[in-house]
């Protein structure tokens, strides 16, 4: 059995890279529960309506990109967070570990004053029109400071129902650009852009981007950026539906 250490867990919200502020990140799929049982009957259930949920608790920070800064001016009406948890097999998340990944309006922030402690941060984060949390691999943590990509993963075959990307690009470097895609193979040689993040590096951000169709076996993130002394901190996932 791989069982997993929480400490090995890194998280981004909407770009930012909140990782070590954060000491708790529960991810929840739920269905309401409809009880069908009648007389002379035993109780049984039918599933009803789906539900997730994303709360995140940590610490309070001021400072620019930390916890106050990313999650104090909470979203509003259809507006979405871009939310991503990767969990590490023992050390820190690499290639093909598993992500949970939502896209989700932010419904809470609380900051907690406490005599006998630190300043404590509390999140909260639910999609709308029953999406679920979205389970992946994490593609990519990388500074992306030329042209580049990633190892692939191979998924073993091909697939016919689409796929998620979830991008993070967690700082700027002022001046220069990036474009980050998902790419496909059947081969592990020749590759095609699969999904396509239209972030640039212009704000720190996080986008959920889906596709229909074909997914071939193998897969990997590729970047490419222009300008001079050129450091982005970038994540990527990949959900294959």
């Not at 990782?19 to 039918?46: C, H, M, R, W």
């Not at 789906?50 to 620019?64: K, Y």
């Not at 290639?95 to 419904?107: I, N, V």
Request: contains cysteine; glycine residues 8%; proline residues 2%.
């Amino acid at each position: 059995m791989a069982k997993r250490l929480g400490k090995f867990t890194k998280v981004w919200i909407e770009g930012y890279a909140l990782t070590t502020l954060l000491t708790t990140a529960p991810v929840s799929n739920t269905y309401e529960e409809i009880e069908v049982g009648a007389f002379g009957q035993d109780k049984y259930y039918l599933a009803g309506r789906s539900d997730a949920s994303l709360t995140v608790e940590g610490f309070f920070s001021d400072a620019t990109g930390e916890t106050h800064d990313a999650l104090k001016s909470i979203a509003s009406g259809s507006t979405t967070s871009i939310v991503t948890v990767a969990y590490g097999s023992n050390a820190v998340p690499t290639l093909g570990d598993p992500a949970a990944c939502l896209s989700a309006q932010q419904l809470e922030y609380t900051s907690t004053p406490d005599l006998n402690g630190a300043i404590a941060i509390n999140a909260s984060f639910k999609p709308g029109r029953s999406q679920a949390v979205d389970f992946g691999k994490l593609l990519a943590d990388e500074t992306a400071t030329a042209n580049g990509n990633t190892s692939s993963i191979d998924d073993s075959s091909s697939s016919s129902a689409g796929a998620v990307g979830y991008f993070h690009i967690a700082a700027l470097s002022a001046g220069d650009t990036i474009t980050i895609n998902i790419q496909d193979s059947t081969d592990d040689a020749a590759w095609a852009d699969l999904v396509t993040c239209t972030l640039d590096g212009t704000a720190i951000d996080g986008e959920r981007v889906a596709v229909a169709g074909n997914v071939d076996r193998y897969v990997r993130a590729e970047w490419v950026v222009t300008g001079a002394a050129i450091s982005f901190p970038i994540a990527v996932s990949f959900v294959r539906l």
